[in-house]
């Protein structure tokens, strides 16, 4: 073992341990190749119930190829798309699991420069649309950072 994580630590070593692609990692492997701690991996458990990892003796967690990518998904959204959990659950929750392929940002439809209206039809203001595109900005800002630790 001493030796496996030496050749890990030199780079000489696979990042998978020579194992095949179809191959189920334990935790400690998948926390490694997706460079999250295992208790987030454990948190995201349980607010995703779409990963299910097969538990062996002992509680110990063998997760499959298509966990994985499915964490590796879950994670782009969360750190680097700006995702929040309850998101990721709403956007699985509208198309599937096949919703987590996007790749790249979400597009959004450009807002005209007509008179917004509400759900109701009634217009805002001038004041209420410059307060509702601060507010957009602040959030696009916030983002932005949150992207920039991730």
Not at 53 to 62: E, T, V
Not at 63 to 87: A, N, W
Not at 130 to 138: C, G, I, N, Q
Request: hydrophobic fraction near 35%; include cysteine; aromatic fraction near 6%.
């Amino acid at each position: 073992m001493a030796g496996s994580q030496s050749d890990r630590a030199n780079g000489s070593g696979s990042r998978r341990g020579g194992k095949s692609k179809a191959a189920f990692r334990t935790i400690s492997e998948v926390a490694d190749e997706l460079d999250v701690a295992q208790h987030v991996l454990r948190f995201w458990e349980t607010k995703f119930h779409q990963i299910s990892p097969l538990k062996r003796g002992g509680g110990r967690r063998y997760y499959r190829p298509e966990d994985i990518e499915f964490l590796r998904q879950i994670k782009r959204l969360l750190y680097t798309e700006g995702y929040t959990i309850k998101g990721v659950q709403r956007l699985i929750r509208q198309g599937g699991v096949a919703a987590l392929q996007i790749d790249g940002p979400v597009e959004t439809q450009p807002v005209e420069a007509g008179p917004a209206s509400d759900q109701q039809g009634n217009t805002l203001d001038s004041s209420d649309r410059m307060a509702l595109e601060r507010a957009v900005d602040e959030l696009e800002s916030c983002r932005r950072l949150l992207a920039a630790r991730g």
